[in-house]
């Protein structure tokens, strides 16, 4: 069974910075995508940005590009979502995803999720 579990979310001041991690377990962590998503008060959830299995694809939605960054270690099965300078509005419920394409982009080509985690940033 695949699980993804999530950490690292909490309150912050604007300009800030945390970060969030992701612990993959029951696949090969090396051979899947890890996409970052979130939803954010009275929105749908959407895609955030996503770092490719081999790490040498990363794509960035333009409101977040420049300040957050997403990396793994596949040696921890792990995936991180870096974010610095936080702005009110990106106040939201942070979802990890794991998919087994090579580049995703859609909420439909991720066929695991974690269970979110809340970051909260105060102005």
């Known amino acids: 069974q695949v699980q993804l579990v999530e950490s690292g979310g909490g309150l912050v001041q604007a300009g800030g910075s945390l970060r969030l991690s992701c612990v993959v377990s029951?696949?090969?962590?090396?051979?899947?995508?890890i996409g970052w998503f979130r939803q954010r008060p009275g929105n749908e959830r959407g895609f955030i940005g996503t770092n490719s299995w081999n790490g040498r694809s990363q794509l960035y939605i333009d409101d977040v590009k420049g300040r957050f960054t997403i990396s793994r270690d596949n040696a921890r099965n792990t995936g991180y979502l870096q974010m610095n300078n936080l702005k009110p509005g990106d106040t939201a419920a942070y979802y990890c995803?794991?998919?087994?394409?090579?580049?995703?982009?859609?909420?439909?080509?991720?066929?695991?999720w974690g269970q979110g985690t809340q970051v909260t940033v105060s102005s």
């Open positions: 029951g696949r090969n962590f090396s051979a899947i995508t």
């Open positions: 995803a794991a998919s087994g394409l090579a580049l995703a982009l859609r909420e439909h080509q991720y066929d695991y």
